[in-house]
């Protein structure tokens, strides 16, 4: 745990037993900081779970750490810093394919399931957590291709906040992703985006 990020033991409220409610993502993308805290409280969400590797923007200051964990205090959420474990920018050479992060193999290392393991643990106390990255549209970030595949395998349910604010299922943003179009052989393989040297960190924008 890093310092200044609590984890779900708090005493922050639980959602009732009854409304079990699922884990969500959110990505700031065009979002003003306002606009991003409001789409939040209108969702009731209590927890901030910063997924980003590098948890800066140069183009969005007011969503760099220290700024963004200020503000979303003030406004009464919980700020946890994840990206360490949930990142989808692994610095570890093996999590490399042809210079694309490959998320089945993400998946894979202990430090990745150490970091679902605690998204376990928020998601069994009922807290209203939303994973957060950058990019506004679900389908092209790590919180859907690696994030929350790993957590549905899991028996973990996972709702997405898109980028007009509607709040759709992980396989709603799989079929976006793949357009409808399942994969012969099981489930798709995901990789990121654009390639990246293992180690190299963007602060403009998430390797997705």
Known sequence: MNPGSPDFNSDAAATPQEESPPLYTIGYGSRTLDEFLAVLKANRIQYLIDVRTAPFSKFKPDFSRDLLQHHAERAGLRYVFMGDTLGGQPRDPDCHTDGKVDYDRVRAQPFFQAGVERLRRAFEQRHRAAIMCSEGRPEDCHRSKLIGEALTAAGIPVCHIDEDGHVITQRQV???????????????????????????????????
């Open 174 to 208: 799989i079929d976006r992703l793949t357009k409808g179009q399942m994969d012969l052989f099981g489930a798709p393989s995901f990789t990121s985006r654009k390639r990246y040297a293992p180690g190299h960190e963007d602060p403009g924008s998430a390797p997705h």
